[in-house]
């Protein structure tokens, strides 16, 4: 039985710093275990040039405690200056590229409408070696909330693959058992998976006609099975599936109980906790260390971190709030008892 395990320090490839106080705030949780966080583009004004990714990644590390490392991929949409974004992609200001189609979720209403718009930038992606990150879901009127990643692989990502054979693909917060096998099944196409699809089904957010707002979140958390393939994936036998949390925080006034709520639940106060947890539950705790510290450097082709940290099995309880000035954010997993905690 393992009382404590040392692992190479994590990075995580998926979180939303949003903006000002929010920003500051979760920069210090971020930064507080992660060497490298990929910081998504989609925040009020979306970042599509590279003059604006250089601010917003001086932003982060100047909020940040540590040696700490923002990565901001361009926000994809339909007229990018083709000069700035290939530039930006070799002077690496640009961590490859972002796709959200258009409405999938919080601050994508520039986003991509019609996937053939984009082909041009997709070229200069697979030509410079940069990665293309992916919120894979096709939303439409006549396709379900639970359908859109199956939608979205079948309609979209195999023309985009087609296309662009050797162009690095990241499915973004994988949802569903169909996503997890067409990542294993396919090449130059690997996964990110977050702690609460792990850890929730659709019960846990939608109940008496109403929605669990803290638990609302795109893509929305789906079946048991879909559960289960999701945790195997992670825990066992995995080189293609690594960490992002898709830590999303909103102002606790912002979550309301029906479907006007904004989307996205907020783990980096106990987000590696939580993944040993998972971990831990799954028989597989020796396995953490490659999917939160090696499998995704290995596939974007960056240094494996060479600093520790380590975890104790200590009980502790997630507390319900994180606030920081005017902002009150509630925490995922909040009055719950996680059995791991980091030490210094
Ligand atoms: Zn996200």
């Not at 200069?124 to 199956?150: C, M, Q, T, W, Y």
């Not at 006007?260 to 980096?268: D, N, Q, T, V, Y």
Request: some cysteine; glycine content about 2%.
């Amino acid at each position: 039985m393992n009382n404590h395990i040392e692992i190479t320090q994590p990075d995580d490839w998926h979180v939303h710093f949003r903006e000002g106080d929010m920003l500051e705030m979760v920069t210090n949780f971020s930064s507080r275990i992660n060497k490298r966080c990929v910081a998504m583009p989609n925040t009020q004004i979306p970042i599509t040039d590279s003059n604006k990714a250089s601010i917003y990644k001086e932003q982060i590390i100047k909020a940040s405690k540590n040696d700490f490392e923002p990565l901001v991929p361009c926000y994809l949409k339909d007229n990018l200056d083709l000069d700035d974004f290939r530039i930006g992609l070799q002077k690496k200001i640009f961590f490859g590229s972002k796709l959200y189609p258009t409405n999938a979720t919080t601050n994508s209403k520039h986003g991509v409408s019609d996937i053939s718009k984009i082909f041009k930038y997709l070229e200069i992606l697979e030509e410079e070696n940069s990665p293309l990150l992916i919120h894979g879901e096709k939303v439409a009127d006549n396709i379900d909330i639970f359908d859109r990643e199956k939608f979205f692989i079948d309609d979209e990502l195999n023309i985009i693959r087609s296309k662009f054979p050797l162009l690095k693909i990241v499915l973004e917060h994988v949802s569903t058992s169909y996503g997890v096998k067409y990542i294993k099944d396919n090449t130059n196409i690997a996964g990110t998976i977050t702690p609460h699809h792990m850890l929730l089904t659709k019960k846990d957010v939608f109940f008496d006609q109403k929605i669990n707002p803290h638990h609302f979140c795109m893509p929305v958390v789906k079946n048991e099975t879909d559960l289960i393939e999701l945790r195997k994936a992670a825990c066992h036998d995995n080189s293609k599936f690594f960490l992002g949390t898709d830590s999303a925080p909103h102002h606790i006034d912002e979550k309301k109980p029906d479907m006007s709520s904004k989307p996205g639940i907020f783990s980096a106060p106990c987000s590696i906790e939580l993944y040993a947890e998972i971990f831990d539950q799954e028989n597989a705790i020796n396995n953490l260390e490659i999917f939160s510290s090696i499998n995704g450097a290995r596939f974007y082709n960056l240094p494996i971190n060479n600093s520790k940290i380590k975890l104790e099995k200590t009980e502790w309880i997630v507390p319900e709030l994180s606030s920081y000035k005017d902002i009150k954010v509630k925490n995922f997993y909040s009055n719950k008892k996680i059995n791991w905690k980091v030490v210094n």
